[in-house]
Antibody, heavy 122, light 107 residues
Framework: EVQLLESGGGLVQPGGSLRLSCAASGFTFNNYAMNWVRQAPGKGLEWVSG????????YYADSAKGRFTISRDNSKKMLYLQMNSLGAEDTAVYYCAKDSVDTMVRGVTDYWGQGTLVIVSS | DIKMTQSPSTLSASVGDRVSITCRAS??????LAWYQQKPGKAPKLLIYKASSLESGVPSRFSGSGSGTEFTLTISSLQPDDFATYYC?????????FGPGTKVDIK
């Protein structure tokens, strides 16, 4: 059974940093691209970033470029999102999501974690 | 960047109704469109990919159609479990933009 478990969310002050983690199990992790998708309270879905199975191809939404860094450790089956210079607009539930097809980032996601809440507030 | 729109934003329907949701892209995305269902407090669930391919395990009452810039998600006979918010998502380019969502609620 595919499982994705996010952690690392919490309350952070504006301008601060946070590192999200996602522990994967139940599938061959390095065979699939992975993504982060977020959802602000009461709002729609926003794709944030994606990383290929090898980690060699990385993509970011414009809102994340220059501030967020996605990475993965295939030996540990872990996905990460380092978030810097956080602002109130980054307040959201952050989901880890598995790409559905293969190692390339296609953005179509068939399994999602339960999400971790990030609140940016003073 | 590609912009995605959905209509209607809210749809009130009854069990057994046939319902359709439209998604439009600001430029052609070929058939690179997915549909997701999300219930309150839950993660989204993939329903349809490549505009019309049904994800494994998804009931056959869900179907998708369209190509280019206009797409439709149809539920042939609405069931109690289908009351949720539905999102389209383009994956023609690496911006993977979602539509704003359509909430299907009970009439």
């Amino acid at each position: 059974e595919v499982q994705l478990l996010e952690s690392g969310g919490g309350l952070v002050q504006p301008g601060g940093s946070l590192r999200l983690s996602c522990a994967a199990s139940g599938f061959t992790f390095n065979n699939y691209a992975m993504n982060w998708v977020r959802q602000a309270p009461g709002k729609g879905l926003e794709w944030v970033s994606g990383i290929s199975g090898t980690g060699g191809s990385i993509y970011y939404a414009d809102s994340a470029k220059g501030r967020f860094t996605i990475s993965r450790d295939n030996s540990k089956k872990m996905l990460y999102l380092q978030m810097n210079s956080l602002g109130a607009e980054d307040t959201a539930v952050y989901y880890c999501a598995k790409d559905s097809v293969d190692t390339m980032v296609r953005g179509v996601t068939d399994y999602w974690g339960q999400g971790t809440l990030v609140i940016v507030s003073s | 960047d590609i912009k995605m729109t959905q209509s209607p934003s809210t749809l009130s329907a009854s069990v057994g109704d046939r319902v359709s949701i439209t998604c439009r892209a600001s430029q052609s995305i070929s058939s690179w469109l997915a549909w997701y269902q999300q219930k309150p407090g839950k993660a989204p669930k993939l329903l349809i990919y490549k505009a019309s391919s049904l994800e494994s395990g998804v009931p056959s009452r869900f179907s998708g159609s369209g190509s280019g810039t206009e797409f439709t998600l149809t539920i042939s006979s609405l069931q109690p479990d289908d009351f949720a918010t539905y999102y389209c998502q383009q994956y023609n380019s690496h911006s993977f933009i979602f539509g704003p969502g359509t909430k299907v609620d009970i009439k």
